[in-house]
């Protein structure tokens, strides 16, 4: 028979549910302690403190009108899970064989795996705007030691350039400008004579990353968009469209679809200047300008005074995967150089945006073993989000009544 085994708040972890979760490890071929010894009861015991501080948590989450799951991004994640178990059967009649052994039909799993995977995308939506609020500190002990335990299991660092850059965008003419804005007052016409928007944007915006899902950029708070369009969708109501909007990426239309709090989840068109040969061949030589000057002069001196874009002006990558990291103009770039070289100017585009850098190499190391030093950085953060999740879910379950009852059978 079913029975309580923990009181959480306003509700109550079930016997049911810690089987349910048990079937759910079997049914993706995780290891399951067999029943009646001490290792299962030690597991199960784990399983019920994370039921518990997941139900905290998400008891907490539900009183919170700002957190809503992205539900295409549920389906892709359910889906991409289903695919990753029957993979692991060898197939999807070996993975029904095995759910049925566990009494569950594959609608009945998807369903269970829908629920933990919303649960889940609440959960780190919850985290993700509270843990950052908990004060925590890191020691360098703490760092070492971490660094200890994991050193076995590290792969061999690989062979790695370190570069500054200079980035150049090229500056279109007035009147690629002006052509520029006249499309988009056209678009603006048509979305006001009642043309849908989100089809406009999939035809006409020139943004990679929300053309095709018809212009939406899902919720946002004020710093997240560049000042001017900050300021335009921050001053309209719920289903207002903004004029043309201008920012350096183009020119802009907004379309508010929500208002919540200090969120707003708009769509926009974005209409981009064509840039012309002579506004390319401009940019070029004065790169070649820059580029010349970098072999005499204080190389950062001229990033802090020359560098235009929003991408990094420093970047170590693996000399082997450059084509995998950076444009293919890199490759040549940044392949057979010394300590110290210029190259460039290069050419390449990015998202749309055409660019030109100026390299300096600041450092060629061999492959070998991670140090300490390499990874320091890296374990720094992922302790510092661990302790303040931590930190979080004490201050949670501090607020909320939780009574534990043995989760043996």
Request: proline content about 3%; aromatic content about 6%.
């Amino acid at each position: 028979m079913d029975r309580v085994v923990a009181i959480v708040g306003d509700s109550v972890v079930l016997l049911s549910q810690l089987v349910q979760v048990e079937s759910q490890q079997r049914a993706r071929g995780q290891p399951v302690p067999e029943e009646g010894t001490p290792e299962s009861e030690e597991y199960r015991r784990t399983l019920l403190d994370a039921l518990i501080a997941n139900q905290i948590v998400l008891q907490a989450a539900a009183q919170d009108t700002l957190l809503e799951v992205d539900s295409d991004r549920l389906e892709s994640q359910l889906q991409q899970r289903l695919d990753t178990v029957e993979a692991s059967f060898g197939g999807r009649a070996a993975m029904e064989s095995q759910l049925e052994t566990e009494g569950l039909s594959l609608q009945a799993y998807r369903e269970l795996l829908r629920d933990e995977i919303s649960q889940g995308m609440l959960i780190q939506l919850y985290v993700a705007r509270y843990s950052g609020e908990s004060a925590v500190e890191v020691t360098e002990a703490e760092i070492r030691e971490f660094f200890e335990v994991q050193r076995a299991a590290l792969q061999q660092r690989p062979a790695t350039v370190t570069f500054k850059q200079i980035l150049l965008t090229v500056q279109p003419s007035d009147s690629t400008l002006d052509a520029a804005r006249s499309r988009a007052e056209d678009l603006l016409e048509r979305v006001r004579a009642g043309e849908d928007f989100a089809a406009l944007a999939t035809e006409y915006s020139q943004d990679p990353g929300s053309a095709e899902a018809g212009g939406d950029l899902g919720w946002f708070r004020r710093g997240l968009m560049v000042d001017e369009f900050d300021d335009a969708a921050f001053s309209l109501l719920e289903g207002g469209i903004s004029d043309v909007v201008e920012t350096d990426f183009g020119y802009h239309i907004i379309l508010v679809e929500r208002v919540r709090y200090a969120e707003r989840r708009a769509r926009h068109i974005l209409v981009r200047p064509d840039i012309g040969l002579g506004d390319i061949g401009a940019t070029r030589s004065f790169a070649a300008e820059i580029a010349e000057r970098a072999r005499a002069e204080d190389f950062e001196s001229l990033i802090d005074e020359y560098h235009e874009s929003s991408l990094p002006d420093s970047a170590t990558v693996p000399q082997r995967q450059i084509a995998q990291y950076l444009a293919p103009a890199y490759v040549a770039a940044l392949t057979g150089r010394e300590i110290g070289e210029i190259v460039g100017p290069i050419q390449f585009t990015f998202q749309g945006e055409e660019l030109f850098a100026i390299i300096r190499i600041e450092q060629l190391r061999d492959a070998g073993e991670f140090s300490y030093e390499d990874l320091e950085p890296q374990i720094r953060a992922t302790l510092m989000a661990q302790k303040r999740e931590e930190a979080l879910l004490d201050g949670l379950r501090a607020r909320t009544y939780v009574e534990v009852k043995e989760p043996g059978r």
